[in-house]
């Protein structure tokens, strides 16, 4: 059975990104090939699909199995595939539970948005609907595809697996239901944890909201078993997915979108006319206590190797002719050079500076209401420092770390937790380098703060003398290249790139200098240098290529995997009752 169902998911994955199909282009770089582009995507979704089957798997195969000993009175949730199970009393009390509880949340959700909104919380409705579905060739399909998934896998991750493992685990012990309880309060947190990494306000609006889901998914299970929460768990998800929908005039999506909707329901009437219009009751052999899950001593069993004997010479050597070889070939292709300076300045040493920078910069002096934090940076990944190294070596980008490339560094970011949401999204960045030295700055300004309105040369001016004070550059050696204004309601904001031609002597690429303003105050500051446009898309290019390999690489980790789960499963003889 959990090899058909995958199966049967696998098919509704690959349809869905047929159906989607179209909105992939909407990420093609053009200066990738056409047929480049489609075959890198190709190897995403594929290895995507063969993750999420893998991940899937084995969590049905651990919380079926572990849900089979410890809820015994349970349908087997398999067997609930089935139309004569789906027919009878208890199959129909499933579905029609699983439907009461998805319309209960979905009023309660709608309840809880508007009181929510009275006490100044906010949550982006990006995050829970789609308008880009009413780009696909069926829009009421990828929603149904998408709740379906989030409905099964997070019921069998977040219900079955915690709270059959712990039931199993203390099934012998005086103290199991309060073991069932601790766990029931974990997975409802974990549940509102996994739906809020994207910003809200306030940080735990998701968790609070769903409190009361959790709890019913986690209700339904420990009372029915999966089928209920799934069904409400994907009647909830479908409806929010598809509300694109039914705000269009697309009336054939509305009535297709209503009719996948409720299939579960339509299976049970199909089983109930099968059954010439009448319900029974379940038989136990559909029950989990029905399953004999010992092991069977009447057959013979030949055991190859016992855990207690010894590995072989032969597989000894073997190993460690492999390792060995490993290990030449890591120490061989790994640069075990430096090429970067050490930072030797203390954390304490950082924050004196960055405040110091601050003060200078901005004027102003920093409060204990602001929060510091760090964060190191490496200069590895910079994008002038591969193009500095690739086109003119090691001395190149020695002479350039430290001023247009980052030589090693830390990041201070003061932000304030207390005061109105508005003025909280104010914050400092200031970089500081190995040698103490100011690399950047940045302040994030509120844009309903009020600011001068420059002019272009107005800021041009104020630019080179920013410049002039914090890189001791002069005007004279550097040049405009682009200058970028954006007019708010109480101030004008501008973003300047300049040139510099004294600092810079090779003759590809450039060594620029970023100024933003804020009305007449500096923003930003950042010194950076600016490869060719060739080289950017042969780099791209290289990238993708890894980036495809990669790719493949994983497909192949994850069959193997799967390959080797299977054997396992075979060699220590699980009987196909669980599967």
Not at 533 to 544: F, K, L, N, P, V
Not at 558 to 572: H, K, Q, V
């Amino acid at each position: 059975p959990v090899l058909k169902f995958l199966s049967f998911l696998a098919t509704l994955f690959v349809v869905s990104v047929i159906n989607e199909w179209d909105l992939i282009w909407n990420h093609y770089p053009t200066h990738m090939p056409m047929f480049g582009f489609v075959i890198q995507k190709v190897a995403e979704i594929l290895g995507s699909i063969l993750f999420l089957l893998l991940l899937i798997g084995c969590t049905m195969l651990l919380a079926e199995a572990a849900g089979r000993l410890a809820f015994k009175k349970q349908i087997q949730f398999f067997k609930l595939c089935s139309l004569s199970v789906l027919g009878s009393y208890q199959g129909l009390t499933q579905v029609v539970v699983g439907y009461g509880c998805a319309v209960i949340m979905l009023g309660y959700a709608v309840a809880f948005s508007l009181c929510s909104q009275t006490l100044g919380w906010w949550i982006p409705l990006s995050n829970l609907m789609d308008p880009n579905i009413l780009a696909t060739k069926i829009p009421s399909f990828s929603p149904i595809v998408n709740a379906f998934r989030a409905g099964f896998m997070e019921e069998f991750l977040c219900r079955a697996l915690p709270l059959a493992g712990i039931a199993l685990m203390a099934q012998n012990s005086k103290h199991k239901k309060w073991w069932i309880a601790v766990i029931f309060v974990v997975q409802i947190v974990i549940f509102g944890a996994l739906h809020a990494n994207y910003p809200q306000q306030p940080a735990y609006y998701r968790i609070v909201e769903l409190i009361f889901h959790s709890t019913c998914f986690g209700l339904l299970y420990l009372y029915f078993g999966l089928l209920p929460g799934i069904i409400a768990h994907f009647v909830f998800d479908a409806m929010l997915m598809s509300i694109p929908n039914f705000v269009k005039t697309l009336l054939w999506q509305k009535v297709l979108t209503v009719i996948m909707i409720g299939l579960p329901l339509f299976f049970v009437l199909v089983a109930w006319i099968l059954q010439k219009f009448t319900l029974k009751n379940v038989t136990i052999g559909c029950l989990n206590e029905s399953l004999n899950v010992e092991q069977d001593d009447s057959k013979d069993v030949t055991v190859r190797r016992r855990t207690s004997d010894p590995i072989s010479l032969r597989v000894r050597l073997a190993g460690y002719a492999f390792g060995l070889i490993g290990l030449l070939l890591w120490s061989q292709s790994c640069d075990f050079d430096i090429q970067t300076s050490k930072i030797t300045i203390s954390l304490a040493d950082v924050e004196k500076k960055a405040r110091n920078s601050i003060e200078d910069i901005s004027q102003s002096s920093l409060s204990d209401t602001w929060k510091v934090s760090y964060q190191y940076l490496s200069p590895i990944d910079s994008l002038g420092g591969k193009f500095i190294w690739q086109t003119f070596g090691k001395n190149a980008y020695q002479a350039l770390q430290g001023s247009y490339i980052l030589s090693p560094a830390y990041m201070i970011k003061f932000t304030k937790f207390e005061g109105p949401v508005e003025e909280r999204s104010e914050f400092f960045e200031v970089v500081i380098q190995a040698d103490g030295s100011l690399s950047w700055f940045h302040h994030a300004l509120p844009e309903f703060w009020a600011g001068a309105d420059l002019t272009e040369a107005q800021a041009h001016d104020h630019a080179y003398e920013w410049i002039s004070k914090i890189y001791h550059i002069d005007q004279v050696d550097l040049q405009i290249v682009s200058s970028q204004s954006v007019k708010h309601h109480d101030r004008r904001d501008w973003s300047i790139v300049i040139k510099d031609l004294k600092n810079y002597g090779y003759d590809q690429g450039q060594a620029r200098i970023q100024v933003d303003l804020c009305g007449n105050e500096l923003s930003k500051i950042i010194r950076f240098v600016h490869p060719v446009e060739q080289w950017q898309r042969e780099e791209q290019s290289r990238m993708t290529q890894q980036q495809l390999l990669k790719i493949l690489l994983a497909i192949f980790s994850i069959l193997c995997c799967a390959i080797f789960a299977g054997m396992a499963i075979a060699r220590f003889g699980v009987k196909s009752a669980y599967f």
